[in-house]
């Protein structure tokens, strides 16, 4: 069961970079349209011959499941996940981070030490570009900001680093690293409001 969880949620968040929480209708019918669609998705990629497939998954749908289905499968310290879709491939992505756990691991204690300032519950936001292609993607990051202030790509990358940690990858994720969409997705193609997902 958690397994299943864990593959569901890797190609929840796979279009969670391509969709935008806009002035849309959060409901429990659009998180169960969303969870439906993304189990669909992943039997497709599961057959052994399957012919051209596109999913089209609608900002409702992913913003209702972050308010009713995600907690579970979001990292303890992350919540209220939002994405906006800016244009062009561009998005803006933010969540509320608890960085009191971050900064007490990762601070050297100095007064300098930008990690000994951390602390609490804090918006962090992070604007950038998502490419799919032949079945990777990459997001490349243009700016990164912490309660309004921008930070630099090594402070987000140990945030990221953190909050993905697993007992398989201790180091967590690379922001800036290439990455295999699953459930055998091509490509996610980005649209005003909606991620269309290519297998």
Known sequence: MFCRARRIAAIGFSVLAVVSLEAGTVSRQSAEAFSSKVT???????????????????????????????????????????????GEGRLSGQAIVDLEAVGKRRSAGGS???????GGKVPVTVTGILHTRDGMGRFEVQSAEVS???VPATLLQELVGFYSRTPEHPEGVRVDSAFPLPASIRQIE?????????Q
């Open 40 to 86: 669909q998705v992943r039997r497709h990629g599961e057959a052994k011959e399957r012919a051209a497939r596109r999913t089209v998954f609608s900002q409702d749908e992913l913003n209702s499941w972050f308010m009713y289905q995600a907690q579970p499968v979001l990292p303890n310290g992350v919540t209220q996940p939002q994405v906006t879709i800016v």
């Open 112 to 118: 300098f030490d930008p990690w000994s300032l951390l």
């Open 148 to 150: 309004g202030v921008p």
């Open 190 to 198: 980005v649209g005003q409001g909606q991620a269309v997902v290519v």
